[in-house]
């Protein structure tokens, strides 16, 4: 029963937690202090594209919905593609916030980033078959963030306060 608690909180939880945080990250990029106005509107454009793919992706997927399932059938066993995969993805994407963050090269930042945590929490919560993927994808990714994090700790500083205007 223990085991099972565990599970329904990390799948159910923290999981859309992950997912959450990496979509407000890209939708807080957009608002970085000292941002140049030029920059700050292709990063929120980009955000608000990274949405809009979000919307053709579900209607595109309205014939594959199943709805959040509770239940088990076996525990999700261990992923490591989908891990690499993620982990990848959340080290690449920071990394391009980082480089981007002077350039109007933000906006396909952030839109990557909206885009990609957004249909990963549809994908997650309402396609079935999806779940145990989507998992190790999302928990990849904020290991791949962290470990960006741990390798380049100012880069953080940069990205959220710049000393000077880019």
Do not use: C, N
Not at 26 to 47: N, T, Y
Not at 62 to 83: C, M, T
């Amino acid at each position: 029963m223990f085991v099972l608690l565990i599970v329904i909180f990390v799948r159910w939880i923290v999981v859309p937690l992950i997912l959450l945080a990496l979509l407000v990250f890209g939708q807080r990029i957009g608002r970085a202090p000292g941002l140049h106005s030029d920059k700050r509107v292709s990063a929120q454009a980009g955000f608000w594209a990274g949405l809009l793919l979000t919307v053709i992706y579900i209607i595109a997927s309205l014939g594959s919905i199943s709805g959040p399932g509770l239940g088990f059938d076996v525990l999700p066993g261990f992923r490591f593609l989908p891990l690499l995969l993620g982990l990848a993805a959340g080290f690449i994407l920071l990394w391009g916030v980082w480089i981007a963050l002077p350039t109007r090269f933000i906006g396909i930042v952030t839109l990557a980033l909206s885009a990609s945590s957004s249909v990963a929490l549809f994908s997650y919560i309402f396609i079935g078959g999806l779940h145990v993927w989507v998992m190790y994808w999302a928990l990849g990714a904020a290991l791949g963030v962290l470990l960006f994090t741990v390798f380049f700790p100012t880069a953080i500083r940069q990205i959220f306060a710049p000393h000077e205007p880019y």
